[in-house]
């Protein structure tokens, strides 16, 4: 059996259509763009990627951006006065701050000064809690967890007593996704560092979601027969073919556990796609949240 490969950059490119058209549509009304703030502290690679990447996404779909850049020695009473800034702007419906942040700075502290109604990223402590509670309903998700179950929601009727492993327990991952899943009623069981026997769990998913950050950690004698495997982990590997001199892969051995399972997200191509389009959504439904 060869698993179906989860196109998440084609689902991706046809979420981000819509977006153009909506964002379309509130022009013709007479309405507001809406508009993202990404706030970047510090001088990280990756993140700077991330930044470019999203300002990118939006320009694409019309959504208006703009890009604060802060040096890492900046204080953390200015990043959150920054902040507030732009709580007040009124062009301004989503504000993003890019994690991690460097060392040194109260990362709750700066989420918390965001406006919740422009917590696009979904990480300000308030909606995280709702998220954890019965009940409860967050103005939004994060980004990436909410692409990850809109991937599987392609895959499945319901995910209703299926048995999900989330891999990881990142606060900007792993937690929130197993939360996600657990208001989607599955059964869901988190897995670590310290868990013992993890080939052994993960034998048991019928959804398997790797965000650990180990590279190809999870194998073929991982996997369940016909079990879906999302993979979030994004690893260098050095490749002197490529022009980069390397190449992405996951947490998942690709090449051996498409063999097995039903159903694979791949890297790249997977849930990379799915984050930035959930990133869009959430920030015109923040402009519609505003009624503006």
Known sequence: MTAKIID????????????AA???????????????????????????????????????????SIGLELPAT???????????KLNEDPK?????????????????KIL???????????FHPINIGRLAQKG???????????????LLN???PSL???????????NIVGMPTALLLLRANATVTICHSKTKDLPGFCRQADILVAAIGRTEMVKKDWVKPGAVVIDVGINRVEDPSKPRGYRLVGDVAFNEVKEIAGAISPVPGGVGPMTIAMLLKNTLKAAILAGL
């Open 8 to 19: 998440g950059a084609a689902i991706a490119e046809k979420i981000r259509s819509e977006i």
């Open 22 to 64: 909506d964002v379309k549509k509130r022009l013709d009304a007479g309405l507001i763009v809406p508009g993202l703030a990404t706030v970047l502290v510090g001088e990280n690679p990756a993140s700077q990627a991330y930044v470019r990447s999203k300002r990118k996404a939006c320009e694409e779909v019309g959504i208006y």
């Open 74 to 84: 900046t204080p953390q009473a200015e990043v959150e006065a920054q902040v507030r």
């Open 92 to 108: 301004i419906h989503g504000i993003l701050v890019q994690l991690p942040l460097p060392s040194g700075f109260d990362e709750e």
């Open 112 to 122: 918390s000064a965001i406006d919740l109604r422009k917590d696009v990223d979904g």
């Open 136 to 150: 409860r309903d967050p103005l939004f998700t994060p980004a990436t967890p909410t692409g990850v179950m809109y």
């Open 154 to 156: 392609q895959q499945f």
């Open 160 to 170: 209703e007593g299926l048995n999900a492993v989330v891999l990881g327990r990142s």
